[in-house]
């Protein structure tokens, strides 16, 4: 799924989805090869209260099931090791470390939720982030490609007649629920180079890191006016380049791409 069509699922109320706090961080050397740290934090409090079983591991928690993940990375890729983490709001989870020797054989899934990973069968991630990395000289250079809904795709004719993603936010009452289902909801994804940025397009650069997703649902959930603007540009013909504009000025959000070069030394 595009990252728009996955911002209008995690705002329809799905109480594993909201009870997550989720951080990816691609750690890149000059030579391509490097690790991808994934911690994946879970309310179980919450869970517990929602009637949820959480008396045996989740998927994105659970060993075998992170070799599998392992696996749908890309060639190559190895579970280097696990170690359970909590975190001050009291969400317990796992942090993950995987090694890979070639970027250009993996892929990222953009879901966070570990709800692929729950499908039966799963193999591969919908819609991944995918890299192309060169060695040139002194320097390294790494493309990355999220897969999004290009511009131009087929909008329905009527939108209110369009099955629609995103809650009625104008509704006090279902944004006040949502505001409490989704207390502590957090997704980064990002990337870091062992090196000096020479150049990249990216637009939210600290140092050596790259952001390219970021989402805390409290911040996001807490301009109201913002919010119920921004739910009139989120649809199911939205394109990339149709909503990335009314991002920038939202709390909350970062959303980087669809490509992005990084240059480095």
Same mark, same amino acid.
């Given at each position: !799924?595009?990252?728009?069509? /996955?911002?209008?699922?995690? +705002? ?10 989720? =951080?990816? +961080?691609?750690?890149?050397?000059? &030579?391509?090869?490097?690790?991808? @740290?994934? =911690? ?9 209260? /929602? ?8 998927? !994105?928690?659970?060993?075998?099931? /992170? ?24 969400? @317990? ?8 020797? *070639? ?7 953009? *879901? ?5 990973? !729950? ?12 890299? %192309? ?5 002194? =320097? ?12 131009? %795709? ?13 809650? &009625? ?7 006040? !629920? ?33 952001? +390219? ?9 807490? $301009? @109201?006016?913002? /919010? ?20 920038? $000025? ?5 959303? $980087? ?9």
């Amino acid at each position: !799924m595009s990252r728009f069509r /996955l911002l209008a699922v995690l +705002l329809a109320v799905l109480p594993l989805t909201a009870c997550l706090d989720s =951080t990816t +961080l691609v750690k890149l050397k000059p &030579d391509g090869s490097g690790t991808v @740290e994934q =911690t994946t934090l879970v309310n179980t409090a919450a869970l517990k209260g /929602l009637g949820a079983n959480t008396s045996r591991s989740a998927p !994105m928690t659970d060993r075998t099931e /992170l070799e599998r993940t392992a696996e749908r990375m890309g060639k190559g890729v190895k579970l280097v090791s696990t170690e359970p983490v909590k975190n001050a709001s009291g969400f @317990e989870g796992t942090k993950a470390i995987f090694s890979f020797d *070639d970027i250009n054989q993996i892929e990222i899934s953009q *879901d966070p939720s570990g709800t692929e990973a !729950m499908r039966a069968g799963a193999s591969k991630t919908e819609s991944p982030v995918k890299f %192309t990395f060169t060695r040139n000289g002194g =320097t390294s250079t790494l493309a990355i490609n999220f897969a999004d809904l290009q511009a131009g %795709t087929p909008k329905p004719a009527d939108p209110a007649a369009a099955p629609g993603d995103m809650p &009625d936010f104008t509704n006090p009452m279902i944004l006040g !629920m949502i505001k409490t289902m989704f207390q502590g909801f957090k997704i980064n994804i990002g990337l870091e180079v062992a090196g000096a940025i020479v150049k990249t397009n990216a637009e939210y650069v600290t140092g050596p890191h790259i952001t +390219l997703l970021e989402m805390d649902m409290g911040a996001l959930l807490s $301009d @109201e006016s913002k /919010l119920k603007a921004l739910q009139g540009k989120i649809g199911p013909g939205a394109s990339f380049s149709d909503i990335k504009p009314y991002l920038k $000025d939202i709390k909350g959000i970062k959303i $980087d791409g669809p490509s992005i070069k990084v240059e480095f030394k």
